[in-house]
């Protein structure tokens, strides 16, 4: 077994879209080996029984402990409300997961009013509730449930007609009610910042990934797990169906150190 702060850090998400997490990651920790792993087959996340989520996510992270992972990222919004407390009972290595950014936007809106644009398990979990029940007595937030954004990011489709078209059918309700924050509450979201950005110039759009990676760093710190050495850093990607858009992310991230792509069977 591998010397703990020499080993990587496992990063698990419905698919893709959580390589907007790995990237902060990497660019906050560039000592770090990286595991990732892409559930594209069974992607979204967000309409399936909880049931279902909670088998697949379990056997992921038995998957990425064999891998010698010494922390666990969960790079997916739908896990993380339904499932992060769960998990840190159940398994003996820490874990970092990713809620929608709602403290953040009611910190920054300008005139009370807040958007949520997330998956209908997220915004349906108690975690997510909890969270938005803090803020909802001095702010306004409308919900709106994220449809056919996580496909196009799969299909490696983030600009385009096809795309603005979906952008602007997701978000119009936003515009409606006057929102000046936007909070990403899915990873595949944040590759659609340009087109979202350009039909909405009046919206501030909040992804939390740069959050996650400070907390990874944090917990990395206080366990003493960091890796101090500088080296070539490298990345492992693993899923259990090639989406169409996974080389064209992973390129449009600047991921230069993939050691490994290789496809698993659940």
């Known amino acids: 077994m591998l010397n703990i702060n020499n080993r990587p850090i496992g990063i698990l998400d419905s698919g893709i879209g959580g390589l907007s997490v790995l990237k902060e990651i990497k660019k906050l920790l560039p000592n770090e080996k990286i595991i990732y792993f892409a559930d594209s087959k069974n992607c979204p996340y967000g309409t399936k029984k909880a049931e279902d989520v909670r088998r697949i996510t379990k056997k992921i992270i038995n998957f990425l402990i064999k891998k010698d992972c010494k922390i666990i990222v969960i790079a997916c919004n739908s896990i993380t409300s339904m499932l992060i407390r769960e998990l840190r ?30 998956t209908k398990m997220t915004t349906e979990s108690d975690f997510f509730k909890e969270t938005r029940n803090k803020v909802l007595s001095k702010i306004e937030i409308e919900i709106e449930i994220g449809r056919g954004l996580v496909e196009l990011v ?6 385009g007609k096809r795309v603005e078209r979906v952008v602007l059918d997701n978000l119009a309700k936003f515009k409606r009610k006057g929102v000046d924050q936007v909070v990403l509450g899915c990873t595949h979201y944040p590759f659609l910042l340009e087109e979202m950005k350009k039909c909405f110039p009046e919206i501030s759009f909040i992804d939390g990934s740069f959050a996650v990676a400070r907390q990874v760093k944090n917990v990395l710190d206080k366990n003493r797990f960091n890796n101090k050495f500088k080296n070539e850093a490298c990345c492992d990607v693993y899923f259990s169906k090639r989406s169409e858009g996974m ?15 290789e496809e698993i069977e659940l």
């Not at 820490?94 to 009611?106: C, K, R, S, T």
């Open 154 to 159: 799969e299909a490696g489709e983030v600009v």
């Open 89 to 118: 009972k159940e398994f003996k290595i820490p874990f970092v997961g990713i809620e929608p950014a709602i403290l953040m936007a009611a910190r920054a809106t300008k005139n009370g009013k807040i958007g949520v644009l997330a």
């Open 247 to 261: 080389d064209f992310l992973i390129n449009k991230i600047d991921l230069k150190k993939v050691r490994k792509m």
